[in-house]
């Protein structure tokens, strides 16, 4: 596929999947290797640091913008989801993306569509237990958007921390063949997580919120001195109900399955807690312990 004509600075915008194959298919025949960045949209500095991580491992960079319905629940924020695309596409110039694919809802999934994957082991517990559709609909549109592509790595943020390992765990047991890179989490000045759902914060809620990381910081303290796992979890969960949040789980699992923790074995510490009706995750690693 020849591109059409643009400015040395705009990524390209493809809205099919057939498009995006064929852009694929002749960079391949280039050998070149293509990077690709999944994302909703609404870009923030955290994005772009994966776009950066992906123009490091690759010699192009694909970002796909595109608000997922199916990884969405009755009564969650599809509807109210930032959509921000001129924006974003200025927010990447300069940094070295080719293409941006930006299809809609029926490109991806066209009348009569009728395919769900279902990942189990790290997919278990956690985020399934209040969002039981989510890691059917994230894997399901990752795999699409990794065989549109094809591209030979997928950059995706610790930020989501269990998505990450069902990525990974979706990848390899599909034999898709793309190598999935995870990048550290960007936070603000005062620790709260980078995310587009922050905009839904008012002036006093987005106070409160940086209490999350502050908390999550101080039971891995508590925890890597030796304190009993339930009693710092139960101090921790205590700590944000007194600063007005209602908590979904607060857990420590064991960093690559996300089961019980291992004695020796590196450890991750996961939250999901929500703020009026907004609902943040964050997670932290946790030293091996005993
Ligand atoms: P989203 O648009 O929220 O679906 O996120 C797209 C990708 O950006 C996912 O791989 C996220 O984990 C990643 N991401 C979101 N927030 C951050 C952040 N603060 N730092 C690094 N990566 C992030």
């Not at 509807?79 to 293409?99: C, F, I, N, S, W």
């Not at 979904?248 to 291992?262: H, M, Q, R």
């Amino acid at each position: 596929m020849t591109a059409p004509a643009r400015s040395k600075a705009s990524p390209l915008v493809i809205r099919t999947t057939n498009e995006l194959q064929a852009w694929s298919d002749s960079c391949r025949q280039q050998g070149r290797t293509i990077a690709m960045v999944p994302t909703m949209g609404a870009l923030h500095e955290g994005h772009l640091s994966l776009v950066d991580a992906a123009a490091k491992a690759a010699d192009v960079v694909v970002v796909s913008i595109f608000v997922n319905p199916t990884q969405f629940g009755p009564g969650e924020d599809f509807d109210a989801y930032p959509r921000t695309e001129t924006a974003d596409l200025e927010k990447l110039k300069g940094h070295a993306v080719e293409v941006v694919f930006a299809p809609n809802a029926a490109q991806m999934y066209p009348d009569g569509f009728a395919t769900s994957i279902s990942v189990g082991g790290p997919s278990m517990g956690l985020e399934t237990d209040f969002r039981p559709h989510f890691f059917s609909g994230v894997a399901t549109v990752v795999a699409k958007l990794l065989l549109a592509a094809r591209p030979h790595f997928a950059v995706f943020g610790e930020k989501d921390y269990q998505q990450l390992l069902v990525v990974r765990r979706m990848t390899r047991d599909l034999n898709i063949g793309t190598e999935i890179i995870g990048c550290p989490t960007l936070r603000e000045a005062d620790g709260l997580a980078l995310s587009s759902r922050n905009a839904y914060l008012d002036a006093p809620a987005r106070q409160k919120a940086a209490r999350l990381p502050a908390v999550l910081k101080h039971v891995i303290v508590s925890l890597e001195a030796g304190a009993p796992v339930e009693t710092a979890l139960a101090d921790g969960r205590a700590a944000l109900e007194r600063s007005g949040f209602e908590v979904d789980y607060l857990s420590l699992c064991d960093a690559a399955t996300l089961g019980a923790p291992i004695p020796g074995h590196q450890r991750r510490l996961l939250v999901a807690a929500r703020l009026g009706s907004t609902r943040l995750i964050d997670n932290m690693p946790v030293k091996a312990g005993d």
